[in-house]
């Protein structure tokens, strides 16, 4: 053999080391790299299922569905909430009807709910179907209508007449969960069904998902359910679960990876299911196509380290680039319970962790280890990487928080005598806001999340530590005017004017 022929031969078995290793990843390794980091992450429980080329190559549970209960251990049938990673199945929904002839998701919204009025009358005539589903309507985020107030779907889509537009319609991206509400009720009214059977029945059933519910209230009673826990004075604390069934198809659904890999399954066999496709091609192929630009600095803070060149909002996807790889991902994050999705469907690959630690980042380091494991990458520490960067985004958080309180001008005293800021404090987008005064101390209220006792900061500006503790704390300000009568509270980054008082 010449020298050139053994070079060429050394070159090819190194090549076919290489993909061999690439076709077989060290599983035995990468379980004991993700044991190590649910420790360092202190996360309870959190399960992880990965395939590819039709096949769940990795599925495995850690830790436990509650803490301080060992017994309840997690496994890949526990259920969490899956969140925003909802979104996607709401807009495949819609797809599906498009398929159908019910619906055009560039149709008007108003064709399909003609009572629906939005501050701007322009943008209340020329919203579209897909403009629900794509984050660029200009509306910015309304979250606290359903996750302080207490409304129904219906009445927190009728609230927004009164968001005004951060910016001009599909101007720029903003990230809006009411909207995704907005897309259910099409689908209820298109198809003759509520959302949450639509995507039970049409989506779920048919892929076999027996472990899916489509809304909290379905769970009463069920076995193996996660609890969600949040990081409360320094320790992990279970808490108890924040319901999304007002915005439902934003992200209610409940699952586990054993029947999220049937989804991912799903996903990268372009939208079928044992040989029967559920939705066209032309339908699949705008499911997974960029509708939206997504600014580098509103999307995940990963992106420091990942460095993707372009990221994009399809129908319920992030869209993005990581070396070289086209990947569809998105997030789940409801109080206490974390997700993940990430598929390369050029490759048939697919990830989806599942977690109940609020905001335990380990799900991106998870999802990242796996792409590098098929993508070629330098084994890379994922984990402390991210620990590291969510570490120091959480310290400067807190910094901020001390310069707050730091700013505190001692030996000050409210304005008014105490029972002369009791009353009925009004935002006609959230509602009604409450000050009472109960043995000589202020109590503020607003829906069913942000009920609180105030103690007094400076001025006519009050430190209130929600009764809810995962919610924190916050400052209430009263506004006075020219005669020293108070016209306003400002509280949870709102304004809320003060009503009449009967005579």
């Known amino acids: 053999m010449t020298h050139l022929r053994r ?35 202190q996360v309870p429980g959190l399960a992880v299922a990965v395939v590819k080329d039709d096949s769940v190559v990795f599925s495995r549970g850690y830790g436990v569905r509650q803490l301080g209960a060992p017994t309840t251990r997690v496994d890949v049938h526990t259920r969490f909430a899956i969140g925003s990673t909802t979104k996607a199945m709401t807009a495949l929904a819609l797809l599906m009807l498009q398929d159908e002839g019910k619906v055009r998701l560039d149709d008007p919204v108003i064709r399909y709910l003609p009572t629906l009025q939005l501050y701007d009358p322009v943008l209340t005539r020329e919203l579209t179907v897909r403009d629900l589903l794509t984050h660029h309507t200009g509306l910015p985020g309304s979250d606290l209508l359903w996750s302080g107030g207490d409304y129904s779907t219906a009445e927190v889509i009728r609230r927004m007449r009164h968001l005004p537009p951060a910016t001009s319609f599909r101007n720029s991206y903003h990230y809006q969960n009411v909207q995704y509400a907005m897309a259910g009720e099409v ?8 959302w949450e059977q639509f995507v039970a029945e049409r989506i779920h059933r048919p892929l076999g998902m ?16 996660a609890a969600p826990h949040m990081v409360i004075d320094g320790a992990v604390t279970a808490i108890e679960n924040r319901s999304v069934d007002p ?50 600095a509103d999307f995940y ?12 909002y399809g129908l319920g996807w992030f869209l993005h680039d990581y070396r070289g790889m086209s990947v569809a991902m998105h997030t789940g994050s409801i109080d206490g ?9 050029d490759q048939r690959l697919g990830v989806y962790v599942l977690a109940n630690l609020d905001h335990a980042e380990l799900r991106h380091a998870i999802l990242h280890r796996v792409l590098d494991l098929y993508g070629g990458g330098a084994a890379r520490d994922w984990s402390a990487e991210l620990r590291q960067l969510y570490g120091r985004l959480e310290a400067e958080g807190k910094a901020a928080e001390a310069r707050q309180l730091a700013a505190q001008v001692k030996g000050t005293r409210p304005s008014l005598d105490l029972s002369r800021y009791v009353g009925t404090y009004s935002d006609s987008l959230y509602g009604d806001a409450t000050v009472a005064l109960r043995d000589g101390r202020l109590r503020f209220a607003f829906g069913k999340g942000f009920t609180g ?26 506004v006075l005017d020219a005669t020293g009568q108070p016209v306003a509270v ?14």
């Open 7 to 41: 070079t060429a031969c050394l070159v090819a078995t190194a090549l076919l080391s290489a993909t061999a290793g690439a076709q077989r990843p060290d599983w035995a390794a990468f379980d004991r790299w993700v044991t190590q980091g649910v420790a360092d992450w």
């Open 187 to 194: 689908v209820r009214v298109a198809s003759g069904m509520p």
């Open 210 to 225: 027996g472990e899916t519910v489509s809304l909290l209230s379905q769970l009463a009673g069920a076995p193996n359910v």
């Open 247 to 296: 915005v439902a198809a934003a992200g209610s659904v409940w699952s586990s990876v054993h029947d999220m890999a049937k989804w991912m399954r799903f996903v990268l066999d372009s939208g079928r299911v044992g040989g029967r496709r559920l939705v066209s091609p032309s339908g699949f192929t705008d499911w997974l196509s960029a509708q939206v630009v997504v600014p580098q």
């Open 301 to 312: 803070p990963t992106r420091t380290l990942t460095r993707p060149h372009h990221v994009n």
């Open 337 to 345: 319970q974390v997700a993940i999705i990430g598929l390369v469907p």
């Open 453 to 478: 006792w105030l103690s007094h900061f400076h001025y006519d500006t009050f430190l209130v530590p929600w009764d809810d503790r995962r919610a924190g704390q916050g400052m209430v300000s009263f």
């Open 490 to 503: 400002e509280a949870l980054g709102t304004r809320f004017a003060r009503r009449a008082q009967a005579r």
